[in-house]
């Protein structure tokens, strides 16, 4: 299909990244696992389990992309539940955000665990409907939603990742 051609080595890039980051995430949680904080399983629903969806959202439409479809409006449908799932998804952390009490979240917390991701599902799921009138612009949002999901991913990584860190090595030198 004409409309995704141009997009083959922006989806390559961004779904190869999520990927990767992925299989990451997974090996420093089992390293971490080793000695997890107290209440480790409320801080991973509410922290850590979102930034695997945002990377394995961001795999899915990388691949979705390369499907040779018949028609964009079959793939713009699938983005479409795709963001609006996203959207319900973000709503449910950004609740969880609010009910616990393993941490207190600050501004940066709220923008990359709450905001951010609920705009990009947001822009994904705004630009399924307007494919079939603005198909360049539609496709530009998609792409932005993409980068955006595969960013906040890897901040929040990285956020999770320094918290264990600095956690773990608090609680040894209590010990």
Known sequence: MSELSGWNNFYVIVGSAAGALIGLQFVVMTLVAQRP???????GATFATPTIVHFGTVLLLSALVQVPWQSIIA????????GLGGVAY????TRRMWRQNFYQPEFEDWLFHAMLPLLA??????????????T??????????VLLLLFVGIHNAWDAIA?????????????
């Open 121 to 134: 599902y947001a822009i994904l799921a705004l630009s399924a409907v307007a494919i079939p009138s603005d």
């Open 136 to 145: 360049r612009e539609a496709l530009f949002g998609v792409g932005a939603a």
């Open 37 to 43: 904080p107290p209440r480790a399983k409320e801080g």
């Open 90 to 93: 973000a709503s449910i952390t």
């Open 75 to 82: 793939a713009a449908a699938i983005w479409g539940v795709t």
């Open 163 to 175: 918290f264990h860190v600095y956690t773990a090595g608090n609680r040894d030198t209590k010990e």
